[in-house]
Each structure stands twice: as C-alpha cells, then as structure tokens.
C-alpha cells in the first residue's frame, strides 16, 4: 500500500501527458496517438502506462468526451488519481459527466470551447477538490463569474485569476437576487 502512496506523491511533479496541437477528433484516437515530449519526458510504468496526474488535450477539435475514461485507463498507470485536465480550445458545447468522476480534479481549463449555458457548471459541483477552473472564451461569457463561484465556492482561482473574499460575497448576493431554491416535493401518501 505504501508503494502505491510513494508513486501518487511523486506524481504530483511529473509532467503532464501532452496531446495538445494534435487535430484530435475523438478521445479515443489518443491511444493510437504519440504525445509531445516537453523538457522532461514523462515517466512510463512496465505496463506502458504514463505515470502522472495531468493530461493536455488543448487545441484539438474535440466535441464530446466519449470513452473518456476507458481512454484515460488505458494510457495512464493511475487515472484515479487524474488532478489536472486541460481541455481548452476545443469544440465542446456542454460540460460531460464523465469529469465529475475524477474526484481528484483540482485544475480544469475549459476556456476557448462552445459552452453556452450556464447550469452546465452545476455538473462540476461534487468535485470537492477541484480549485482552478477556466471558462473564459465560452458563449457563457455574461454573468459567469458569480454563477460559477456561487456554484463552486471552493474555487480559489477562476479563468486564471484569484478569486476574493469580495468575490466570494458578491456571488452570494447574485446568487440570492438570481437563483429561484428548488422546490422540495413532499409525497402525500406518507400522511396518508
């Protein structure tokens, strides 16, 4: 168990798997796809899986996320342990559920994509540590900022900027002004 815990730990400081600039189409071209190597290579188990918590996916033409993780198993050694994915400048119209399955994000760049509504942030709200998120560059540009960081209010970076207390106060008032609470359903035949 504790060799598991030394490989997690030294993954935090490899470099991330990059297949940025590549003209992807479909997640799962990846596995046929050789990525860029960086400054320092990225570190392969016996299995030919990369050994590290970050994935680049920028600046292909990526519209959905299908086979997202069977994808992500089969290139790296611990995709639980999956803590930064950037999927910027893409062609992705909606936030895809399969993200929220990686309770281990704490960076996500979305900017430069397609989405345009604005509940699609509330997918991202069980990701506990997730703490830097991008959507700038998305149809949702209006009113953004206070949506998301009264969505997410553990964000402490957003679209590459600090996030305040003053932000945090703010988007509490709009989300108050701005949000109608949900409507709680009580089944009748319990008093029945």
Excluded at 8 to 36: A, H, M, T
Excluded at 87 to 114: A, E, M, R
Aim: aromatic share 8%.
């Amino acid at each position: 168990m504790t060799d598991h815990w030394d490989h997690v730990k030294n993954l935090v400081q490899e470099p991330p798997l990059d297949f940025s600039f590549k003209n992807i189409n479909f997640i799962q071209d990846l596995v046929s796809e050789e990525p860029r190597t960086g400054l320092r290579p990225v570190k392969y188990s016996t299995k030919g899986k990369a050994l590290t918590q970050a994935i680049r996916l920028n600046n292909n033409v990526l519209n959905d996320l299908a086979d997202f993780t069977q994808t992500m198993s089969q290139l790296l050694e611990y995709p639980q342990n999956l803590a930064w994915i950037d999927l910027s400048f893409n062609d992705l119209q909606n936030i895809d559920p399969v993200l929220t399955t990686f309770f281990n994000l704490s960076v996500l760049y979305l900017h430069g994509n397609c989405i345009q509504n604005l509940p699609e942030v509330d997918k991202l709200s069980n990701l506990s540590k997730l703490r830097s998120l991008t959507l700038h560059g998305n149809p949702i540009e209006e009113e953004k900022r206070q949506y998301v960081l009264s969505t997410l209010p553990r964000l402490t970076t957003f679209d590459f900027g600090g996030v305040t207390k003053q932000d945090r106060i703010t988007a509490t008032v709009w989300r108050r002004m701005n949000v109608k609470p949900k409507k709680v359903r009580i089944k009748m035949d319990k008093f029945l």
